[in-house]
């Protein structure tokens, strides 16, 4: 079983900053990738961010210079630090890992509840 808890969404205005976290626990022996996504009311569910084991980072082109996602393997948890937030930004954020659990020889992706992030005056 395995589980991943999100944390650190809110309300903030359009200029601020908001840093998300992804705690991912239970019978996990590696994590390939973690990642975020967000899904704004109406419209599907959109990439916003990914970073592998190795450290390598992928971004949204209307998130890159304002978003920076990070990792602590050791914790396997995951970091998504957003600064500049637009209106547009508004969102329910989503945690993402691809990961193998003890016993299976297979990625298998799990995903978190999700957290709201409303940036509004």
């Known amino acids: 079983q395995v589980q991943l808890v999100e944390s650190g969404g809110g309300l903030v205005q359009p200029g601020g900053s908001l840093r998300l976290s992804c705690a991912a626990s239970?019978?996990?022996?590696?994590?390939?990738?973690m990642g975020w996504y967000r899904q704004a009311p109406g419209k599907q569910r959109e990439l916003v961010t990914t970073?592998?084991?190795?450290?390598?980072?992928n971004y949204k082109d209307s998130v890159k210079g304002r978003f920076t996602i990070s990792r602590d393997n050791a914790k396997n948890t995951a970091y998504l630090q957003m600064n500049s937030l637009k209106p547009e930004d508004t969102a329910v954020y989503y945690c993402?890992?691809?990961?193998?659990?003890?016993?299976?020889?297979?990625?298998?992706?799990?995903w978190g509840q999700g957290t709201q992030v409303t940036v509004s005056s």
């Open positions: 239970g019978s996990i022996f590696s994590i390939y990738a």
């Open positions: 993402n890992a691809d990961l193998y659990t003890y016993g299976s020889s297979i990625i298998q992706t799990y």
């Open positions: 970073i592998t084991s190795g450290g390598k980072t």
